[in-house]
């Protein structure tokens, strides 16, 4: 019997569809998905799910659980509750549990670990983050890589990019870089300054194209007199770029479709937003915003075109840096916290002082391990929900698959605590009704978020008066290394702290340790240890350990970017020595 089928809940561009058949999950082919899922999702069920639910390490039932939770959030304020949610299911039915929590006035969060500074730099230039989807970068003739690792994050990408022109700019040579027709392994933190310089020989080389500037961009000359004022050999040599490089650039985006896509590692600095404002620049000063097959593709909104039907007005605190013992009850749902949140031993020393840890997740972890209430969730496969992506414009309907004993889902928890405390509720299927109103089905029979466009910004930008903002300062950046970059790309066999988690520090071979050494590595937020491996696509500046390594966040700060608070996971330099002989 043909079933309806499901999509990939996970945080990742591609929200691929799939169907659960004999047992084994299979990817769809045709809409948003090319007929071949990733590792995740084809290991999917091999991962250990917590079972059962527990308090203070006793193993109780699920309504034993749900009545617990009512009386700590009993127990105090109302705003006393921290409602704390990660992206470890991206489907729009994971906020129905916000819904309970703002209507009885507890604290939710507000920041972002992930993709915030860039996003508010989008923001600040275009006046609003509309992204350039999958279908259109298909389109393109030239595709630039910037800070992205299609083959790792965005796999599904690869099959429409065959047969382009590839530009990477990236510290670590990926296997995408391997592919480039052109490749800058550009030292961390200076991807300002080369946008800042193409953005100049654009000019200098009369390439620009004067009447969309005029239009819709009319502030440029200031722009380039910003450019001017960064050094160009002098910086080149220090970034890791020389002006052939330029000229090549230059050359192969000269009258062409041009895609960037970039990813969060440029941005994960305290002038993250600044560094996404430079990158549009690019095609401003091109006049490839509105044009098809051309546009930047970062992270889009992936609630971009849909109304929420939930409520959410709330008093809210930083996830970057929220202090968890300032309330009595944390609500901990899809997320790790204490791997994922900036400066751990910070976040583990407020844990360890809030009365009531609540996870409601999947899988133990360090988070897990630390909760005194854990309650298990249902997995996709075992509830209903709707997706859509922040990289293309499908909505994917999410059936469930099959039925579990095993765990509760968001709705059902939601619905528990709401009936307890009188919340208005409509049915779950009501609430999906809602959102796949915002969808609709197209010519070719894929449904996609109707208010959404391929090609954004035809008509001018969204800021008041239609122009782009260009940016009129920035700090320059600090050419001094106090120490090695650190870089915590993601990794092809975790989804962030899900799934296998890496354990290795990654150094290139002309480090001076040897494989296997168990490297010390510090920053000033912390030390973690862990043996190493090495990476001859790296840098020698550079120190890789992947995002979901244990420890790996001892090392980072705490802070926010400028702009969009988001996590600055990148900002701290780090020394290296062999376990032992740490100074
Ligand atoms: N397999 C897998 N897929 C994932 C995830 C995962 O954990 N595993 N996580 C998902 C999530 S939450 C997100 S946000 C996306 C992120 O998707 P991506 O942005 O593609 O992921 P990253 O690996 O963080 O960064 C991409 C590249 O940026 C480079 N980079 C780091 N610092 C700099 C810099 O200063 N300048 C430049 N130019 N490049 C730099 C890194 O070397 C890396 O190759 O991926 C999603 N997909
Ligand atoms: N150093 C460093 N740190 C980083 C990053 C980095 O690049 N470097 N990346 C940052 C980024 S981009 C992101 S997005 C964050 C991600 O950080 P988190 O949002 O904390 O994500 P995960 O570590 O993937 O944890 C997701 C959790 O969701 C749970 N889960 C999965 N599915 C469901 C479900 O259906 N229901 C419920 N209730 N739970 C579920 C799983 O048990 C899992 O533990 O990490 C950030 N941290
Ligand atoms: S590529 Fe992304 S959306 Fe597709 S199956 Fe893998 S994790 Fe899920
Ligand atoms: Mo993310």
């Known amino acids: 019997m043909a079933h309806e089928t499901t999509a990939c809940p996970l945080d990742c561009y591609d929200g691929c569809e799939a169907i659960l058949e004999d047992s084994k999950l299979k990817a769809l082919k045709g809409c948003h998905t090319q007929g071949f899922l990733c590792p995740h999702l084809n290991h999917y069920e091999e991962h250990t799910r917590i079972r059962s639910a527990r308090y203070k390490g006793e193993e109780i039932s699920i309504s034993e659980a749900l009545k617990l939770l009512s009386e700590m959030i009993d127990e105090n304020l109302k705003s006393e509750t921290l409602f704390y949610k990660g992206s470890g299911n991206f489907a729009l039915m994971q906020d129905v549990t916000e819904h309970f929590f703002a209507s009885i006035g507890a604290t939710l969060t507000d920041g972002s670990l992930c993709d915030g ?54 510290p670590v040579e990926t296997q995408i870089a391997k592919m480039a027709d052109l490749f800058i392994q550009i030292r961390p933190h200076a991807d ?89 620049t690019i095609l401003v000063a091109l006049g490839l915003f509105g044009k098809e097959g051309c546009g930047v593709a970062y992270l889009g909104n992936s609630k ?79 509830k209903n929900d709707i997706r859509t992506s922040y990289a293309h414009n499908g909505m994917m309907k999410m059936k469930a698959q099959k039925e579990s004993e095993i765990g509760i889902s968001e709705y059902e928890l939601a619905s528990y605590l709401c009936k307890v405390y009188g919340v208005e509720l409509k049915s779950e299927e009501e609430y999906l009704a809602y959102f796949a109103n915002f969808g609709v089905k197209k010519i070719s029979g894929c449904f996609e978020v109707e208010k959404r466009e391929n090609t954004p910004y035809k008509e001018g930008f969204d800021t008041d008066d239609g122009e782009f903002v260009f940016l009129e300062e920035f700090d320059p950046i600090n050419m001094e290394r106090n120490g090695k970059y650190l870089i915590t790309p993601k990794s092809a066999i975790s989804l962030n702290s899900q799934f296998q988690r890496e354990k290795y520090v990654y150094l290139h071979s002309s480090c001076g340790f040897k494989e296997g050494d168990m490297i010390h590595i510090s920053s000033e937020n912390g030390v973690v240890v862990l043996p190493l491996k090495y990476n001859d696509a790296l840098r020698e500046d550079c120190v890789l350990i992947y995002s979901g390594t244990p420890g790996v966040n001892h090392l980072t700060p705490s802070k926010h970017s400028l702009d969009g608070k988001c996590a600055i996971y990148q900002e701290s330099f780090v020394t290296i020595s062999l376990e032992g002989f740490a100074k």
Request: glycine share 6%; charged share 25%.
């Open 117 to 170: 500074a860039g996003e508010a730099g989008i923001i600040e230039g275009r006046g609003s983050n509309k992204n350039m989807p999958y279908s259109e970068i298909e389109k393109s003739d030239v595709v630039i890589f910037w800070g992205r690792n299609p083959h790792t994050t965005s796999s599904h990408l690869l099959p429409l990019i065959k047969g382009k022109k590839i530009i990477v700019i990236d």
């Open 192 to 280: 300002l300054y080369l946008a800042m310089l193409i953005v100049r020989f654009l000019h200098i080389n009369d390439m620009c194209d004067e009447e969309f500037l005029e239009e819709y961009a009319s502030e440029f000359e200031d722009y380039y007199e910003l450019t001017q004022t960064v050094r160009i050999k002098a910086v080149l040599e220090e970034i890791g770029a020389s002006l052939g490089d330029i000229g090549q650039i230059l050359d192969m985006l000269y009258n062409k479709k041009v895609a960037i896509v970039v990813g969060v590692g440029v941005q994960k600095y305290s002038d993250g937003a600044d560094v996404l404002r430079a990158i549009d």
């Open 304 to 382: 971009e075109g849909l109304d929420t039907p939930f409520y959410t007005h709330a008093k809210r605190v930083s996830k970057v840096n929220t202090a968890f013992d300032e309330f009595k009850t944390v609500f901990i749902q899809g997320a790790n916290p204490l791997a994922q949140m900036p400066n751990t031993s910070r976040v583990l020393d407020a844990i360890e002082h809030t009365s009531n840890v609540v996870y409601f997740g999947l899988y133990e972890n360090e988070t897990s391990k630390r909760a005194n209430l854990v309650i298990p969730a249902k997995t996709f496969l075992e």
